[in-house]
């Protein structure tokens, strides 16, 4: 990058390090749907798609959901089959009873499971979900550059496609993606957040 696009970058990284806190007492209530994404052992815990990025987000997506315990959630999960087309893109993941499991403590809140076979869960979402019960859709998990983001631009869209007055929203506390020698995590993440929030999709740091 050039110096100059170093420094825009600096600068959108703070501002999303210092989103404002949203209250929670606004959404804590059955009008409320938390789309809790990929939070899974083959992500958080072990497998081809491991990261400890991801395993560090387990406890903080489940602090957020102490705060909602009136919010309807959803687990929305990878849960590939050996054949998946998904594997042409990406290793073999999530493929396995083990590796499909809800990951660490968040195995035990309580929540509507909803399988998934791409990236991209909104198909599986509105398949299996009312979304005119919600008027708020809280998101959170992993990877925010690519089931997050696609996820909430499809949710947002979708809204805008029927007319649905409803808020898509992200918490940079409670998203991460994963780092390696070809996918730089914090400009992925800075990326996607950027791109959301453009959107229509709205941005804060955590609940308080």
Not at 70 to 85: G, I, Q, R, W, Y
Not at 168 to 185: E, G, K, R
């Amino acid at each position: 990058m050039t110096q100059k696009q170093i420094k825009e970058f600096d600068c959108l990284s703070i501002e999303y390090q210092n989103k404002p806190s949203l209250l929670v007492r606004t959404y804590n209530n059955p009008r409320c749907a938390v789309i809790v994404m990929d939070m899974v052992a083959g992500f958080c815990e072990k497998g081809a798609l491991y990261s400890p990025r991801l395993k560090n987000l387990v406890d903080r997506v489940a602090s957020a959901l102490d705060y909602l315990p009136e919010a309807v959630k959803f687990f929305l999960n990878d849960t590939h089959t050996p054949d998946s087309l998904e594997f042409s893109s990406y290793p073999k993941h999530c493929h396995t009873p083990e590796e499909r499991q809800i990951a660490g403590v968040l195995s035990r809140v309580k929540g509507i499971v909803i399988e998934k076979d791409s990236t991209n869960g909104i198909f599986s979402f509105l398949k299996y979900a009312d979304v005119n019960l919600y008027d708020n859709f809280l998101i959170m998990g992993n990877c925010t550059d690519i089931c997050v983001l696609q996820f909430a631009l499809s949710l947002r869209a979708y809204f805008n496609e029927i007319k649905k007055t409803a808020n898509v929203l992200v918490f940079t506390d409670y998203v991460d993606t994963f780092d390696s020698p070809l996918h730089n995590a914090e400009l992925m993440q800075v990326f996607a957040l950027k791109n959301m929030e453009q959107s229509g999709v709205k941005i804060f740091k955590n609940l308080v």
